[in-house]
């Protein structure tokens, strides 16, 4: 496995930069198909190549997306910047705060938007696909540590393939790309 380097955010405006649901497609689509311009972006997305551009260069400003080799102008291709983010840590400034939270907020909304659109399409898959799909909840008592452990597991199960999204040659023949999400918060009792 590669080593995954991470944003430790700090800055609410590259925070900001993620929170908006159309740059969240732009960046699934570059990192799940790799280097596009623009105008095969907005195909992709269903949006117009001026807006997909406006909010490319957004992203760039940032650094989660950048030139791609070949072209200009209008025919430049952008390509995913991989790395993960993290923020969230106690003590940080309430601007920082809030800017994870609107992209938390996104990032929820995206996410279940994508579960219910398997749930609707899961039938017009392989039984082996139907088969290895998951959902699963459930609820628990825990400790803050053995909480942090169940955490550490499961980032480490999905950080072992994530070299595979930057670099489509060690993608096995078989493999698709899979959202995983997971989380754990206390319930209220």
């Known amino acids: 496995m590669a080593e995954w380097r991470m944003r430790e955010h ?6 900001r ?6 740059r969240m497609k732009l960046l699934q689509e570059l990192a799940l198909r790799g280097p596009a ?9 269903g949006d117009t190549a001026p807006n997909c551009s406006w909010h490319l260069r957004q992203l760039a400003k940032y650094g989660y997306v950048e030139d791609a080799p070949g072209g200009q102008g209008r025919r430049r291709p952008w390509r995913f910047v991989p790395a993960g983010n993290r923020w969230g ?7 920082v705060t809030a800017a994870g939270d609107a992209v938390s907020e996104v990032m929820l909304q995206y996410e279940v938007g994508e579960l219910r659109s398997w749930r609707e399409r899961r039938g017009k898959h392989d039984a082996e696909w139907r088969q290895a799909a998951f959902f699963d909840q459930s609820v628990t008592w ?9 955490g550490a597991k499961v980032q ?3 950080l072992r393939h994530l070299d595979r999204l930057a670099d489509p040659a060690l993608r096995p023949d078989n493999a698709r790309p899979i959202r995983l999400l997971a989380w ?3 319930a209220e009792h």
């Not at 840590?89 to 601007?95: N, S």
């Open 156 to 158: 480490e199960m999905w």
């Open 184 to 186: 754990g918060i206390p």
């Open 89 to 95: 840590t106690p003590g940080e400034p309430p601007e």
């Open 10 to 15: 700090t800055d609410p405006q590259a925070l």
């Open 37 to 45: 311009t623009a105008t095969e972006l907005a195909e992709r997305v």
């Open 17 to 22: 930069a993620l929170a908006h649901p159309l």
């Open 142 to 150: 825990l400790t803050p540590d053995e909480l942090d452990e169940i």
